[in-house]
């Protein structure tokens, strides 16, 4: 009974890259463009959950429509989609506080990514009040945020990259537990997660890129001209095998720029087949050909970003109060019957 709802956000933390690209921001494109038009589409700038670690705040105003122009520029056409800052619609964070009394304390301290948190780096373990005191409540809470998100716009599916699964899974969790208090209201959306399911480090293939990694030769960014793409994967770290095989446990290297170069193919093709087709390439040939594909793909996407950022902000601006204004409508009418369930 509940209407096809497509939920996505990212945080406006730098110019997205590859991962967030083939893992999550083409897919929402993919949807957009395959889905039919009764398919509600709704994607967020998530600039609340950026404030989980410390920011500048005139840093932050700049990443927030950095990242707008990104999902302008990968090809999201705001007359098909709703595109928005999270902040700019109040009821995400009134319905975080609502969904916080019904979830679970127990399911959040078992969160990956919260677990890795509380390992700071004197590794005092969990039990240490000390350590745990310089941790923030934001930082323990936010997948409430994000379930909040999701379930604000009544999302049916959330593509994502897979590091958000356990997260899509606690949304569903607490859903249930509302729904069994109050009655019917959400959905239990159902996580797409992207072919691409982990892109890695260039310089850590055991780590997946991130934009939070010291080093940011580890990572291709949308913006990237040629120049730097070639660079940076021509450093990328691999191994000093002759040929080329996929072997993600044994040669994450060249395994993971093998990922890069199947998902970027045309016509699907698995990283095996891709693999088995350039065995007796060297491995040097083999990154410039992922640095020519790369190049290729992203040239388009590039200049239209720095197209909208350099002449357009004013088109960006009203594009964004556009979009708040569609979610603010469309986020209204579950908080009135959120409230009117229970009692508020
Ligand atoms: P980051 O993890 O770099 O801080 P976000 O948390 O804003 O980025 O994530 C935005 C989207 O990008 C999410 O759907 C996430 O799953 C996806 N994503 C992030 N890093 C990767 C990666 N290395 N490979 C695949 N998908 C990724
Ligand atoms: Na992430």
């Not at 323990?140 to 593509?159: E, G, K, M, N």
């Amino acid at each position: 009974p509940h209407e096809k709802t497509i939920f996505s956000g990212i945080q406006p933390t730098g110019v997205p890259h590859l991962g967030n690209y083939l893992g999550a921001l083409r897919e929402w494109v993919r949807l957009q463009n395959d889905n039919a038009t009764d398919t509600k589409l709704i994607f967020s700038i998530v600039d609340l959950h950026a404030l989980t670690v410390p920011q500048d705040a005139s840093r932050l105003r700049q990443w927030r429509r950095e990242a707008f122009a990104t999902l302008l520029a990968i090809g999201l056409d705001p007359n098909r989609s709703t595109i928005f800052y999270q902040s700019a619609v109040s009821a995400h964070a009134e319905l975080m506080w609502i969904l916080s009394t019904v979830a679970s304390m127990g399911y959040l301290s078992r969160m990956t990514q919260w677990k890795s948190k509380l390992k700071l780096p004197e590794d005092t373990g969990l039990e240490d009040s000390a350590a745990k005191s310089k941790l923030r409540l934001g930082l323990f809470s936010y997948p409430v945020l994000q379930a909040a998100d999701i379930l604000i716009h009544r999302a049916t599916h959330v593509p994502v990259g897979e590091d958000q699964k356990q997260h899509i899974e606690f949304t569903r969790y607490t859903a249930n537990s509302f729904n069994h208090l109050y009655g019917p209201i959400f959905p239990s959306p159902e996580a797409l997660i992207s072919p691409a399911r982990r892109v890695m480090s260039l310089k850590e293939p055991n780590q997946k890129m991130s934009k939070s990694h010291p080093d940011d030769r580890s990572r291709i960014l949308l913006t990237d001209s040629p120049e730097d793409i070639r660079k940076k994967i021509k450093l990328a770290l691999t191994d000093s095998e002759p040929s080329i095989s996929y072997d993600p446990v044994r040669r994450p290297g060249v395994s993971n720029l093998l990922e890069i170069l199947c998902h970027m193919q045309s016509k699907p093709m698995s990283c095996e087949e891709v693999a088995l087709e350039h065995r007796s390439t060297s491995i040097r040939a083999l990154k410039e050909l992922v640095a020519d594909t790369l190049v290729d793909h992203l040239s388009g996407i590039r200049d239209r970003y720095f197209s909208l950022i350099q002449n357009q902000s004013d088109y960006v601006d009203s594009v964004a109060e556009a979009g708040a204004q569609a979610a603010r409508a469309n986020a209204e009418s579950t908080m009135k019957t959120v409230r009117a369930a229970m009692g508020l």
